[in-house]
């Protein structure tokens, strides 16, 4: 079992930055991707984007490349996402997920190739 744990999230105003965190304990050599998803209210949860831990290969969808990036700590079994930039449709609880298997990049974006979820943690981007 791997447990990860997200924080970071918080209310701030368009144009505003902020950094989620996402903390992994268990069997995390198992792990070989961390990634970060996203659900608005009333919307399904989406793929924002996902780090390999070898090599750090990284793919984001296109509504937030160039003012997001994932990053990751592997002696300290974190995740990050720097989030700049931001605008009132980047509102939604954030989940950070771990996958324990070979994705291709067809898949990465689908939440059933993600083992293991955090409870998540809410960004708010107000106008």
């Known amino acids: 079992q791997v447990q990860l744990v997200e924080s970071g999230g918080g209310l701030v105003q368009a144009g505003a930055s902020l950094r989620l965190s996402c903390a992994a304990s268990g069997r995390t050599g198992d792990v070989l991707y961390l990634g970060w998803f996203r659900q608005a209210p009333g919307k399904e949860r989406e793929f924002v984007a996902v780090?390999?831990?070898?090599?750090?290969?990284?793919y984001y969808t296109d509504s937030v490349e160039g003012r997001f990036t994932i990053s990751r700590d592997n002696a300290n079994n974190t995740l990050y996402l720097q989030m700049n930039s931001l605008k009132p449709e980047d509102t939604a609880l954030y989940y950070c997920?771990?996958?324990?298997?070979?994705?291709?990049?067809?898949?990465?974006?689908?939440?059933?190739?993600?083992?293991?979820w955090g409870q998540g943690t809410q960004v708010t981007v107000s106008s």
């Open positions: 780090i390999r831990l070898s090599g750090g290969r990284s």
């Open positions: 997920a771990a996958a324990n298997s070979i994705m291709f990049t067809t898949t990465m974006t689908n939440t059933r190739s993600y083992a293991y």
